[in-house]
């Protein structure tokens, strides 16, 4: 597609529910990027694929977070058994190379009640 | 570990007000540092990279510079529709590593 596209646009889950976000990349582009941006804050790292390899999970704040890319096409981020400080906007950018500027879809707004 | 620190925080200018956000950072070598713009509700969206000393890149009303400690963008008589965030982002050269950014600048211009 013409952007990066990222599905639901919001969602609310219920403490301790499990949840998945979904980002579609640009066609062609290579490396894929997980970021976290609690509110009034920059985008904190989450995970790097190139391709299908998860190249760089180390930004993952537990192991209650899970990403994949099992085509090298497509990601999903699962959060399980959610917790109130998983509340954030989650961004997906994708980039043709490991350099130069990322494109960002317009994010998942989770909200953990 | 890399640093990215933006100032102000928030600023508010009158339209056609001239102005400069700074973004201070820290890395272990710069393969490059970029600006973005964000709206509210939306995603960043890429404004420049400059990859070394002395560089320079316009578009529009905005340029950025960038020296050995920092980068400027300088936004010249602003416009209402300029007000946004505006995020720097740092990148270490070595291997795929990801971009660094900053807590951003929350821009308002008033009409």
């Known amino acids: 597609g013409a952007g990066v596209s990222q599905s639901p646009r919001y969602k609310v889950a219920k403490r301790g529910q499990d949840v998945a976000l979904r980002c579609d990349p640009i066609?062609?582009?290579?490396?894929l990027f997980w970021y976290q941006q609690a509110l009034g804050q920059g985008p904190e790292f989450l995970t790097y694929?190139?391709?299908?390899?998860?190249?760089?999970k180390s930004g993952l704040p537990s192991d209650r977070f899970f990403a994949e890319r099992p085509e090298g096409s497509v990601s999903t981020l699962k959060i399980q058994r959610t917790q109130q400080e998983d509340s954030a906007v989650y961004l997906c950018?994708?980039?043709?190379?490991?350099?130069?500027?990322?494109?960002f879809g317009s994010g998942t707004r989770l909200t953990v009640v | 570990e890399d640093q990215v620190t933006q100032s102000p925080e928030a600023l508010r200018l009158q339209e056609g007000e001239s102005s400069s956000l700074n973004c201070s950072y820290t890395?272990?070598?710069?393969?490059?540092l970029f600006w973005y713009r964000q709206d509210p509700g939306k995603g960043p969206e890429f404004l420049f990279t400059?990859?070394?000393a002395g560089e320079e890149k316009e578009k529009e009303r905005l340029k950025a510079t960038l020296t050995k400690k920092e980068s400027f963008l300088h936004i010249t008589a602003p416009k209402p529709e300029d007000s946004a965030t505006y995020l720097c982002?740092?990148?270490?050269?070595?291997?795929?590593?990801?971009?660094?950014f900053g807590k951003g600048t929350r821009l308002s211009v008033i009409a």
């Open positions: 950018a994708s980039t043709i190379q490991t350099s130069g500027g990322y494109t």
């Open positions: 982002a740092v990148q270490a050269p070595s291997g795929n590593t990801p971009l660094v």
């Open positions: 694929f190139q391709n299908e390899a998860q190249l760089d």
């Open positions: 890395v272990s070598g710069l393969r490059g």
């Open positions: 066609s062609g582009h290579v490396s």
């Open positions: 400059l990859y070394s």
